[in-house]
């Protein structure tokens, strides 16, 4: 069950999805030479297939173990962490002023992607401390930076989110743990989280949690809760680890998947916390980190795709059943029609799904709020629904094989069905996307999207015929695309909230087959301006994406005509049985 | 983790979905008189709810274990099978001549579904034996089946499936399992079969083994396989049970679901095998059962999906997150419309998926075999599609609950993916769709459906706007629907075998889509014409259908014509990287 990530694709996203020269001449970030990209690339994929796809399988086997409050992690999950603090991976996209290596998010997409599809439940360690830095560094004091920034950049402190409590998921404003203050600058934190990704382990020396609680006097609901940071061990002012913090771990969750990533039920019993932000704002400072965050758990979709596929792509070589058509006895299944289309349906759609992504990035890269808030639910949901899509796709490609779990497919599969379900559900993300996102402004950052993709219609024109590449079928599509999107839109927009609310998820979806065959083709005709030997290979995976995917939104573009009406008409009450 | 069958709906689409009348008049089976009917639904609701369901979590839990080749099924999977014998149940459709019941086989898809959702692990144990039942029945000698029939038909010994070999599955001529003549009217067979479902067990007396195995001077492939019974004890000529039979379990797959039933690998060590049907006829042989097995694991598809859509029902009235819009706090979130909207969408496509099984048993009961054979391949696929895509959108429903185990519906997703894969894997059943049971007849039995469907849209129309009920936006949506499956089966017909091939899958999905909501258009329009009152509530689901599901067709359609070339178009060797 090895992996190697497909450095060139992603490589090739980066280089022609992603305007780059912008994002270098804005200053604000290391350059990303094409060498330097190169040699980054190419050490993430190193490092992913090397050190990090071999814990994957052991993870999965021998998950996290709960002993007198004291998580150990899978084995071989320390020493390869070990290697990820020595590599410096934590850094990549965090700014050379406070130690990183200060690349664009852009950069980071592709180099987390390795990561998590060599060990998705690994990788989420790294990506919860990643959030962490974030609203420590937006919102905490200068002392609090100071005593845990360096620690936890290096990667020697991980990160861990207290959030949920069992009446408190999606909806946070029922939070009831509470935090008093000492009056020594210190706060006591009482009470239960649960659903605490890597919430305690072995494989960090420290671990800073932020916490949400509300203090005694603050109003009810959501405009009520504070952040804390409550660090496993107390830190000295010399930064030396000092005695035990009064939390500890539980509970250790029996999941479906991701078996790797230790899913804490966390107490804290009169815990030391530092106030992160302002009081009773605790939720806003948590908002600095949730696009970045739901941006990641996007490209993890991708990632535990990319995993699956490859492992498909593999089987497909080996296995020999039946004789294909036009072959002799003997030749292996991948060219059986049937199962060579589904390798392509793969990695077209991982395809679609990795462009927005990158996009993601690039709107965050380049300031362009508007367009990052847009494209984060849309990453979110439909990056994490392509991986499930995707990992059962090649369950399929492995027959009754893959259903065995020794094969390793079946843990794809199972590992991919978190991604729809936390950091927001994509059912939240769909909302977001009608709400906030879309209606709130009046639909202009979608018009913005739409008006841009439109231009970029007339440079896969432009570049379609050069080196015998056709992209003509590319150009329609995306314009019979963007005009079902603009319908929709308008649909969505002049809605009432129920109407929306009923379509969102359709919508979202529309959004995704849209704006990822889009910007496939966009980044195909940007790299075949640019004289790319690769341009070619990937058209043809513009074309499939043309020719197979985007049509199917025409379907969800009635579906969404239809309204909330069709899904009320129901009666409630026979929901269970007539 | 209860389960009530949602009988209501399903006795709905049994009364007005088949044309019970037609199958009684015919003579062949017992009156399936609406009494009779409500008794067995009735029955089976009870039995599925009371008995079985309550084994299914400790199934998933606690699989069976293997033990010096003897397997020990889960924990009160022997005491429900006992009672499951005791029942009857296993005589249903069976022939009264032979001591079934008598009655069509659509009766048998309503009970069936039933224990399938109660339980798809343990329901695996009778469906197989019926499997065998079915082919002793057809070619068996008269002595094998007055030792065998007997005590198979009342459940007391069970049956189980020796086919696959490692290097043969969906492929069975490179079987290689050897049966060499004793020459005393018995054969030695020696080998060694995997994937053998219930193929060894402690809840019932005795297994009977169909194994296919090859003769020392048959020719090589599929035309030189014959068909075994193997019984795992020895039957004296006074029906008494005897030595043990030299074949034995020898190892237990650890799977992704259906943990319960035991997927045995079985080693031949010159077993006592007695001859069924001609030499070298195995496969025809295995035939007669192909389609009955087929159907039934679409039926396991429904059924899972069923399961599940309950448990996601049961949760989203008594989770309460957030506050619905229009609705005051503590409302749950059955009420948030996206919530709403995944709920009814689940049970559209059950609905959906459920005529087209019960259409197929309709037809196999009027002895249509032309039109039994082409639903079959949708009925398998399509329902156990549905079945993964329903289980996926309840573990949605559960939010973080439905990724951690112990909540079930995580359960109900593993254990619904083996549907596509077994019985012939979906790709399978797509290229027996558009090959022998499309193509081979020049469309005829297509064009016969179609025809059929369309005479139906007049009566959908007629009965519109009786009671109330508004069937119009349906009759629109199945006229359209018609012709665009017209438009693709044509365009299948006229196609290059590659070409075909290529889009088969898209096909068989477009087929169950468009079929799937004609149909359920059609039962509600007889409902409707008989007065039954429930169908105010059927026609709602028939218009979410009609408005959300079978729109995206249309979609498919697109990405059938893109052909074949859109699949190869990408360089083969380029498929693990640019």
Redesign the interface.
């Known amino acids: 069950m090895s992996f190697?990530p497909?450095?060139?694709?992603i490589g090739?996203l980066l280089r022609h999805g992603v305007r780059l020269d912008d994002i270098n001449s804005q200053g604000e970030f290391e350059e990303a030479s094409p060498d330097l990209l190169d040699a980054i690339l190419g050490g993430a994929a190193d490092f992913a297939r090397d050190v990090i796809a071999p814990t994957n399988w052991d993870g999965d086997q021998h998950p996290a173990t709960l002993k007198d409050g004291d998580v150990t992690a899978s084995p071989g999950f320390k020493d390869a962490y070990a290697q990820f603090v020595e590599g410096g991976w934590q850094t990549v996209s965090l700014p050379s002023e406070i130690g990183g290596m200060g690349l664009p998010s852009a950069v980071s997409v592709a180099t987390n992607e390795m990561i998590y599809a060599a060990n998705m439940a690994l990788g989420l360690c790294p990506m919860l401390t990643s959030s962490a830095i974030k609203a420590i560094e937006t919102h905490a004091s200068e002392t609090l930076k100071d005593t845990y920034l360096p620690k936890m950049l290096a990667g020697e402190w991980t990160g861990a989110m207290c959030l949920?409590e069992p009446?408190a998921?999606?909806?946070l404003?029922p939070v009831r743990t509470k935090a008093e203050d000492r009056g020594d600058g210190t706060y006591a934190i009482t009470g239960q989280k649960i659903?605490i990704t890597w919430g305690d382990h072995d494989c960090a020396d420290n671990i800073v949690h932020l916490v949400l609680a509300r203090l005694p006097d603050s109003p009810e609901g959501s405009r009520g809760i504070s952040l804390f940071l409550c660090p496993k061990y107390l830190v000295g002012d010399d930064g030396s680890l000092g005695e035990r913090n009064d939390f500890r771990a539980i509970g250790l969750?029996?999941?479906?998947?991701i078996h790797g990533s230790p899913t804490c039920v966390m107490e804290f019993d009169g815990a030391t916390g530092y106030l992160v932000g302002e009081v009773d704002r605790g939720l806003a400072s948590m908002f600095v980190m949730m696009n970045e965050a739901r941006l990641f758990v996007g490209v993890q979709g991708v990632a535990i795709g990319e995993r699956a596929y490859?492992a498909a792509?593999h089987y497909a070589h080996e296995r020999?059943?039946?004789v294909p058509?036009?072959h002799e006895p003997g030749a292996p299944i991948?060219d059986?029609?049937?199962?060579?289309?589904?390798?392509?349906d793969m990695?077209a759609k991982l395809m679609g799904a990795r462009t927005i992504c990158f996009a993601t990035a690039e709107a965050a890269d380049l300031g362009d709020l508007a367009r990052e808030g847009l494209l984060t639910p849309i990453a979110k949901a439909f990056g994490s629904d392509t991986g499930?899509d995707v990992a059962?796709i090649a369950?399929?490609v492995h027959?009754?094989m893959?259903?065995?779990?020794?094969t390793g497919a079946?843990q794809h599969?199972?590992d991919s069905?978190?991604a729809?379900?936390?950091e927001g559900?994509?059912?939240i993300q769909?909302?977001d996307l009608i709400g906030r996102k879309l209606r709130r402004d009046g639909g202009e950052a979608m018009r913005a999207l739409i008006s841009d993709l439109r231009e970029a219609v007339t440079s896969v024109k432009d570049a379609s015929g050069r080196d015998d590449v056709d992209l003509s079928v590319c150009a329609a599509a995306v314009e019979r695309g963007l005009e079902t999107l603009a319908t929709a839109t308008d649909i969505v927009l002049n809605a009432t909230?129920?109407d929306a609310?009923?379509?969102?998820?359709?919508y979202l979806e529309l959004c995704g087959k849209i704006v990822g065959g889009s910007l496939l083709a966009k980044a195909v005709a940007r790299g075949l301006l640019a004289g790319d030997p690769?341009s070619a290979?990937?058209a043809?995976?513009a074309?499939?994406h043309a020719?197979?995917?985007m049509?199917?939104?025409?379907?969800?573009l009635?579906?969404i005509r239809?309204g909330?009406d069709?899904?009320?008409?129901?009666?409630?009450d026979?929901?269970?049985?007539?």
Chains 1, 2 share one sequence.
Do not use: C, W
């Open positions: 190697t497909p450095v060139n694709a090739y949920t009446q998921g999606s909806d404003g659903y969750e029996h999941k479906l998947g490859q792509l020999v059943q039946g058509p036009g991948i059986h029609p049937d199962v060579r289309r589904m390798l392509i990695k499930v059962s369950v399929q027959g009754g893959g259903f065995v779990e020794e079946a599969y199972r069905r978190i729809p379900i936390y559900t994509n059912g769909a909302i909230e129920v609310l009923g379509v969102a998820t359709t690769q290979a990937m043809s995976l074309r499939y020719l197979r995917i049509p199917t939104a025409d379907g969800l009635e579906s239809a909330a069709a899904v009320y008409d129901f009666p409630r026979q929901l269970a049985d007539l």
